[in-house]
């Protein structure tokens, strides 16, 4: 319908216009906008690589605990359907550069390297008809501490948590996904939970639930151009320290408008850019972030 590519325009002109920084979660590389495992899939026997470049910037606490981040992030992800009901899927993240700025602005640590690797799978719990089918999967990750999480700013006594490229945990995370598709729309939900456990410093993130909700729609007489728009909720409690305190500017709830908008290069190569933008926020202690703007290729091949 030419009301929803209407309002995909205007929200990708308005976000780009105004992206005034609005308060979000604790800095933890996480984000409800991250992983396509729930709604995308490969056709059964199917291999899909894809190739995912997202730009961001937070910041978090006040005064002499003031810091910030800027970090470029290339992800490769790869998934295979052995079966019709089941896709398998790995990422591996890679930080182009991670910057960290002090209290007073200053960049006094860039990181470059791998961040924290990820396996998943997606299992179709359920799926009835053809045309306008559902489909509800059940959705599990394992988040592997393969990043670096032992670096300390130039002149610093101990490591701080967000200059790390990864976590140094192993974390977990669950949920549900249902779609329906009735052509050329498909309406989408998932609701997964995230458990993270402490690194060998004993801090931890706070455990987190993502729920998100949206439509997709394809264009044009050749289905090759495709937008969607959603709303995607994130809530986490406190980080945890190590003598069990909590840090106090991070955890709460964020609301987030996210739009995309795709195109079929060839049958097989799909080019993709999406952009997340904080839009509400219920939060503790000081936090800020910016939009995140996602760049992304992906191709499927038969084996």
């Given amino acids: 319908m030419r009301w929803f590519l209407v309002g995909l325009t205007a929200f990708l002109a308005v976000a780009f216009s105004f992206v005034n920084p609005a308060l979000a979660c604790s800095v933890c590389g996480c984000d409800p906008a991250a992983s396509t495992l729930g709604l995308d899939r490969p056709s059964t026997g199917s291999f899909r690589f894809a190739l995912e470049d997202r730009y961001l910037s937070k910041q978090s606490g006040t005064g002499d605990e003031a810091e910030s981040e800027r970090e470029d992030r290339i992800l490769l992800r790869a998934q295979y359907a ?5 896709v398998v899927q790995a990422e591996v993240p890679y930080f182009a550069w991670k910057r960290h700025l002090n209290a007073e602005g200053v960049n ?8 924290d690797a990820t396996v998943g799978a997606r299992f179709e719990l359920y799926r009835s008809g053809i045309e306008a089918r559902h489909v509800l999967s059940l959705l599990g990750t394992l988040k592997l501490p393969t990043g670096a999480n032992g670096r300390i700013v130039n002149g610093g006594a101990a490591p701080d948590e967000h200059i790390q490229l990864g976590t140094g945990s192993f974390d977990q995370m669950l949920g549900l996904a249902y779609a329906y598709g009735p052509r050329p729309w498909t309406l989408f939900a998932n609701l997964i939970g995230r458990l993270n456990t402490a690194n060998s410093r004993g801090f931890r993130y706070g455990h987190a639930l993502f729920a998100t909700a949206g439509a997709r729609r394809t264009f044009l007489e050749s289905g090759k151009l495709i937008g969607s728009l959603e709303a995607q909720l994130r809530t986490a409690q406190f980080d945890r320290l190590a003598d069990g305190g909590v840090d106090p500017d991070s955890g709460g709830t964020v609301l987030y408008g996210t739009a ?16 997340q933008v904080p839009t509400a926020r219920w939060l503790h202690g000081a936090q800020s972030e910016h939009p ?9 091949f038969e084996m």
Wanted: net charge negative; no cysteine.
């Fill in 292 to 300: 995140v703007a996602y760049v992304a290729l992906s191709y499927d």
């Fill in 82 to 86: 052995p079966l019709h009901s089941v």
């Fill in 260 to 275: 995309s908008l795709a195109y079929a290069l060839t049958p097989d190569l799909l080019m993709r850019g999406i952009l």
């Fill in 108 to 115: 006094d640590d860039t990181a470059q390297g791998f961040g």
